[in-house]
T-cell receptor
């Protein structure tokens, strides 16, 4: 069964460093997302991406964050200068399928997550 | 701003009992999702509810949606230990064309004891 994969599973970094989190969405999906979950808290939407551009972003997704689809399979989240409060689990998700048809719903499939620890 | 509230946030119950988790949301939507999360793991899609009155069942779990009341329920029948997990509801208030971010509730941490 197709699944979303993410690397690395755990990333430890020093405050102020740049990190790149990587995701491989399900291959025929069109829409890609990043969410984060601070330990013990709810899942929060960061950004969605479609047709090589950001579709929607939350207030959390400020200038320190960027997303990119550098090739046909990877989807990345970059945090330019990490802060302590960026420590969280980051989930990638994907939805939709090829066909060019608008879908009436948006079931998103989540990857296993990358645990980011900022020291 | 869309608010999604779940209750209870913590629930400890015995095997064999029935219980219901509630999910209220503040803005009109007819697309609601339930996810399960095991400790340290990702989110697993359980149910997609797309219209008023929608009811879906899978095993001992049944989810329903009342869009007029802005309420969804997740009912557990004859609970078993394997259902212990955190359950999240999530609401989509986008246009429905895809790429809409979901707004999650805080989750219900469910412990089922033998």
């Amino acid at each position: 069964e197709p699944e979303v994969t993410q690397t690395p599973s755990h990333q430890v970094t020093q405050m102020g460093q740049e990190v790149i989190l990587r995701c491989v969405p399900i291959s025929n999906h069109l829409y890609f997302y990043w969410y984060r979950q601070i330990l013990g808290q709810k899942v929060e939407f960061l950004v969605s991406f479609y047709n090589n551009e950001i579709s929607e972003k939350s207030e959390i997704f400020d200038d320190q964050f960027s997303v990119e689809r550098p090739d046909g399979s990877n989807f990345t989240l970059k945090i330019r200068s990490t802060k302590l409060e960026d420590s969280a689990m980051y989930f990638c998700a994907s939805s939709g399928s090829v066909g060019g048809v608008k879908f009436s719903y948006n079931e998103q499939f989540f990857g296993p997550g990358t645990r980011l620890t900022v020291l | 701003e869309l608010k999604v509230e779940q209750n209870p946030l913590f629930l400890s119950m015995q095997e064999g009992k029935n219980y219901t988790i509630y999910c209220n949301y503040s803005t009109t939507s007819d697309r609601l999702y339930w996810y399960r999360q095991d400790p340290g793991k990702s989110l697993e899609s359980l149910f997609v509810l797309l219209s008023n009155g929608a009811v879906k069942q899978e095993g001992r779990l049944m989810a329903s949606l009342d869009t007029k009341a802005r309420l969804s329920t997740l009912h557990i029948t004859a609970a078993v230990h394997d259902l212990s997990a955190t359950y999240f509801c999530a609401v989509d208030i986008g246009s429905g064309g895809g790429a809409d971010g979901l707004t999650f509730g805080k989750g219900t941490h469910l412990i089922i004891q033998p």
